[in-house]
């Protein structure tokens, strides 16, 4: 009588784990574009911001802040894996940056030694970048923009402002009296640049305290236009009405 054949159950692979840093999904592929704004050299702070993010989700950070280092040799199975995810990780950076400074760093062995060339020449804050972006600030004002238009504008400006110099960090209350300050200043940029139309509103903001963080103004400023045009409707049936009774009772 033969044996029976063995049926003990291949164990799962510790990368098979989506949790691991190792874990590849199938489709994850070489070609994929993991943003869709390429890097060039104006841009590195929103792109790098972008990019972390991207890396963040598939659990590949660690590829370029240097906390998945390459295995011992000794372990074959990781260290294969490893360089897997080692050029993915690579082929995803160089996807989102510009031909010709992909051709001038493509040859770097890991993704980290990538990241790395990549911040030392593009992350020091371009001045005169951050100053056009300080003037189109100041000078935004909402003019012919609706309230969503303007607000959109001012936040994507603020936003790029952030990129290219952020708050300095610190700990304590004095983050949290950064911040408030931070905002109290972007919710009077906001309302100096509203037109006069809203001049009622703008006072009745002015004397709320503490002063409303500038998303939370939008959303007062929505409101009250929403009223005024259900107003300005029910003034005109009003008047049409009058018109059509003054019609009437004419001899």
């Given at each position: 009588?033969?044996?029976?054949?063995?049926t003990?159950?291949?164990?799962?692979?510790?990368?098979?784990?989506?949790?691991?840093?190792?874990?590849?999904?199938?489709?994850?592929?070489?070609?994929?574009?993991?943003?869709?704004?390429?890097?060039n050299?104006?841009?590195?702070?929103?792109?790098?911001?972008?990019?972390?993010?991207?890396?963040?989700?598939?659990?590949?950070?660690?590829f370029?802040?240097?906390?998945?280092?390459?295995?011992?040799?000794?372990?074959?199975?990781?260290?294969?894996?490893?360089?897997?995810?080692?050029?993915?990780?690579?082929?995803?950076?160089?996807?989102?940056?510009?031909?010709?400074?992909?051709?001038?760093?493509?040859?770097?062995?890991?993704?980290?030694?990538?990241?790395?060339?990549?911040?030392?020449?593009?992350?020091?804050?371009?001045?005169?970048h951050?100053?056009?972006?300080?003037?189109?600030?100041?000078?935004?004002?909402?003019?012919?923009?609706?309230?969503?238009?303007?607000?959109?504008?001012?936040?994507?400006?603020?936003?790029?402002?952030?990129?290219?110099?952020?708050?300095?960090?610190?700990?304590?209350?004095?983050?949290?009296?950064?911040?408030?300050?931070?905002?109290?200043?972007?919710?009077?940029?906001?309302?100096?640049?509203?037109?006069?139309?809203?001049?009622?509103?703008?006072?009745?903001?002015?004397?709320m305290?503490?002063?409303?963080?500038?998303?939370?103004?939008?959303?007062?400023?929505?409101?009250?236009?929403?009223?005024?045009?259900?107003?300005?409707?029910?003034?005109?049936?009003?008047?049409?009405?009058?018109?059509?009774?003054?019609?009437?009772?004419?001899?």
């Open positions: 009588m033969s044996e029976p054949a063995n003990t159950p291949i164990a799962p692979k510790w990368y098979d784990d989506p949790s691991h840093s190792l874990y590849l999904h199938h489709s994850d592929q070489l070609g994929m574009i993991l943003v869709t704004q390429s890097l050299q104006e841009n590195y702070h929103i792109w790098s911001h972008a990019m972390l993010m991207a890396l963040t989700t598939k659990n590949k950070d660690g370029i802040d240097g906390t998945i280092t390459r295995p011992p040799a000794s372990s074959e199975a990781e260290t294969k894996q490893w360089t897997h995810c080692n050029i993915l990780v690579k082929g995803w950076i160089l996807n989102t940056i510009s031909p010709k400074i992909a051709e001038s760093v493509m040859y770097n062995d890991t993704a980290y030694e990538l990241w790395e060339e990549l911040k030392e020449r593009f992350s020091h804050t371009n001045s005169v951050l100053f056009q972006i300080e003037q189109e600030i100041h000078d935004c004002i909402q003019e012919g923009m609706s309230i969503g238009e303007y607000y959109t504008k001012l936040k994507s400006l603020w936003d790029t402002r952030d990129a290219l110099c952020p708050l300095p960090h610190c700990g304590g209350n004095a983050a949290k009296e950064l911040q408030e300050y931070q905002q109290k200043q972007r919710t009077i940029k906001f309302l100096m640049g509203l037109n006069a139309v809203y001049t009622a509103v703008r006072e009745q903001i002015l004397l305290e503490p002063l409303p963080a500038v998303n939370k103004v939008y959303s007062l400023i929505v409101q009250d236009e929403k009223q005024r045009a259900v107003s300005s409707q029910t003034t005109g049936k009003m008047l049409e009405a009058a018109a059509f009774a003054a019609r009437d009772n004419r001899p």
